[in-house]
């Protein structure tokens, strides 16, 4: 039973077609060999019996429960009648002629196929051919011996027994490899126990903090300072244990999936600094192990790839150079250096060394050399990333001496890196806010010719959009856009904060710009110039390195700390913060209480600036803008923003009729409002 139910598993994907092909094929069989081409013999009653065996296989799904379990005998009965039986009994009936010898050896190849076990092959095969010859022959076994064409016998033996031979051979090593990759599995699963016991961890220490209980409608609790540092810390360790996670997931992958290895995520990065990173993450079994890993850096230079696949890979060198270490002076040695190919490092090691056999076959997957518990799969593993960088690894080694691996990545600028980038490029995706410029006009011809995508949105437009919206690969920033409506820039940059992509921000140098970017933006700051006259440079430059992230590089506008500016706003609280908030900026600033105030002082002394509410008794804003615009005085055309919570349409349009500069909506983000009134003072 348990055999059967194992062969009947075997065939189950291609159950279907094997019971369909045999429904149909026996039939026209018969009439190939009654009207096309005639045979002494032919029996439909034998084609249409088996013929309905191999239709019970293909509805074998429709079957009563009952009978299910009986399904796996079912399966090997019509496999043994339809193939052995009927052909060697047909090929029997036929005097043994050369076209039912042929169908006869077809029908072997077929049932090795079908029926994987070897033993039942061969128990099946002499079985249904000793039915077939008492069918055929009865007890006349002189008429058997006569008719018996004894040349085609060990032709069809030769077929049985090697073929099923071969085939166990190539199961046994399908099976192998499957145990391995199973095994592999299970390598998964403990090397993703450390980063979940890490998350778990991390969670108790958040729920350690939050307070306990439910809480009430009305119910408020506090976090201290420290409270909430200790909570952003292990927030900040739990990203890098997920990333960790994801990244051992990835190349133990990897290392199995020839097909895994992904160039998507491919950078520019120093090989010294990832190799002295690797050198320092290393697992090492001992702490004093740390002292015989030596790094010799001649000449540092860049090479385009995966910071992480690179780190592993040294992590499999040392890793290995460890386990064939014997008793003694034992060393590492790490060389980073340069060559007329491009950059290399070298990996040399006083171990137990190599044959030149074992050489010859230390890149091949699943070969092992004198390691128990090993996949064979690490070494081809770095095979297959030095080839997706387009460089190459090799190997020397004395026997009881010495091994030396070499990785060699070809030079940042070379042809293979250049075109490695034109084709990544390809999946990349470009979004870009603000007016559509010559700098836009410069990106879009770029992405039609390299073949990105390249959207754009105006900056209105793009405030509407979720967060989950802003998932590009590089997002451009015009900086206009903060210059003209700095509030609606202010709402995208809260928005931008989840993104994964890069940002960068264009400016004109012409200008000048308030940096009140949010300092949690991270950005590259862009010449607009720069895009426009070379816009692939500039892209890949982006895309494919680490560009600085310099803010000081930005034009900006410094405030006049002599300025002097009026608060007029009869809510006594806000009136008296943000009069303080202006004085820290080194401000000097006049409090008043209505519009009638607000032109008394003007009256008084030099201002330079009123910051006007809008609903005031005596005299509301609008009114004191327009007695301020109509008045003959020196002061007529100074700089007045309305300080209100309507923006409405329709106030608005009051606002500008009355003369009034700009708006800002209260309450103000403080960067909003130093932004606005470092635009006109």
Not at 432 to 439: F, Q, R
Not at 542 to 558: A, G, H, I, N, V
Not at 614 to 629: A, F, S
Request: charged letters at 20%.
């Amino acid at each position: 039973m348990d055999v059967a139910k194992k062969i009947y598993q075997y065939a189950q994907p291609n159950m279907s077609l094997i019971g369909w092909m045999g429904f149909l094929g026996f039939p026209i069989y018969y009439y190939v060999w009654v009207e096309l081409f005639p045979q002494p013999y032919e029996n439909l009653p034998l084609r249409l019996f088996c013929s309905l065996l191999f239709l019970g296989v293909a509805l074998r799904a429709h079957f009563p429960r009952v009978l299910a379990p009986f399904l796996p005998q079912y399966y090997l009965m019509t496999v043994a009648i339809g193939l052995p039986l009927f052909f060697s009994y047909m090929m029997f009936m036929n005097d043994w002629s050369t076209v039912w010898a042929l169908s006869l050896m077809a029908s072997c190849f077929l049932h090795i196929l079908l029926v994987h076990q070897t033993w039942v092959i061969l128990l099946q095969a002499f079985l249904a051919m000793l039915i077939a010859l008492i069918a055929a022959y009865g007890l006349d076994i002189d008429a058997m011996l006569e008719d018996a064409v004894w040349a085609y016998v060990p032709t069809f033996i030769f077929t049985y027994v090697f073929g099923n031979i071969c085939y166990f051979r190539n199961q046994v090593e399908h099976e192998t490899k499957v145990s391995i990759a199973k095994a592999f599995g299970a390598s998964i699963a403990h090397e993703m126990r450390n980063p979940l016991a890490a998350l778990r961890s991390i969670n108790d220490v958040l729920l350690s903090i939050l307070p306990s209980g439910k809480l009430g409608d009305s119910e408020r609790y506090e976090l201290s300072r420290q409270e909430i540092e200790i909570a952003r810390e292990v927030l900040s360790d739990a990203d890098n244990v997920i990333r960790t996670g994801n990244d051992t997931i990835d190349l133990l992958l990897t290392s199995i999936d020839k097909n895994r290895i992904s160039n998507t995520t491919f950078k520019q990065y120093s090989i010294q600094s990832v190799v002295e990173h690797a050198i320092e993450t290393f697992a090492y079994k001992k702490a004093s192990d740390r002292r015989l890993v030596k790094l010799n850096v001649k000449k540092d230079t860049h090479f385009f790839g995966s910071d992480t696949l690179l780190k592993y890979l040294i992590f499999n060198l040392m890793k290995n150079a460890f386990y064939y270490r014997r008793s003694g002076d034992f060393y590492i040695e790490i060389t980073v250096d340069v060559d007329e190919f491009g950059g290399k490092v070298l990996v040399k090691d006083n171990g137990a060394g190599m044959s030149q056999e074992t050489i010859n076959h230390v890149f091949e997957d699943f070969y092992t050399f004198g390691k128990s518990g090993s996949f064979g799969l690490g070494l081809p593993f770095c095979k297959r990333v030095m080839t997706a960088l387009f460089g190459d690894i090799t190997c020397e080694s004395e026997l009881d001496a010495w091994t030396e691996f070499k990785l060699s990545f070809p030079a940042y600028d070379s042809e293979e890196v250049s075109t490695l980038k034109s084709e990544l490029i390809q999946s990349k995706s470009i979004l870009y806010i603000g007016n559509k410029g010559k700098a836009f006009t410069h990106l879009s011809e770029l992405s039609f010719y390299q073949n990105f995508k390249c959207d754009h949105l105006m900056l209105d437009i793009a405030c509407d959009k979720q967060e989950y919206e802003f998932e590009y690969d590089l997002i451009v920033l015009d900086l206009d856009a903060q210059r003209i409506a700095p509030d609606l820039f202010h709402l995208l940059e809260a928005k931008l904060q989840f993104t994964e992509g890069r940002i960068a921000c264009i400016y004109d140098e012409r200008y000048e710009y308030v940096n009140q970017i949010d300092k949690h933006l991270q950005f590259t700051p862009i010449e607009k110039r720069q895009l426009i006259e070379q816009p692939r440079e500039v892209i890949e430059q982006l895309l494919f390195e680490w560009p600085s992230m310099d803010r000081s590089q930005l034009p900006t506008k410094s405030f006049d700390m002599e300025k002097t500016i009026i608060v007029a706003d009869d809510n006594d609280s806000l009136r008296s913060y943000t009069s303080i908030l202006l004085e820290q900026q080194g401000f000097t600033v006049v409090q008043a209480h209505d519009g009638a105030e607000v032109l008394d002082v003007l009256k008084a002394r030099p201002i330079d600036l009123v910051l006007m509410d809008i609903e005031m008794p005596v005299l509301d804003g609008i009114q004191t803008t327009r007695k301020i615009r109509s008045s003959k005085t020196i002061y007529s055309d100074m700089p007045i923003i309305a300080h209100t919570g309507d923006s409405s349409e329709v106030n608005t349009k009051k606002l500008e009729e009355a003369g009034m500069n700009a708006l800002v909506v209260k309450p103000a983000d403080t960067k909003v409002l130093l932004n606005t009134i470092a635009d006109w003072v």
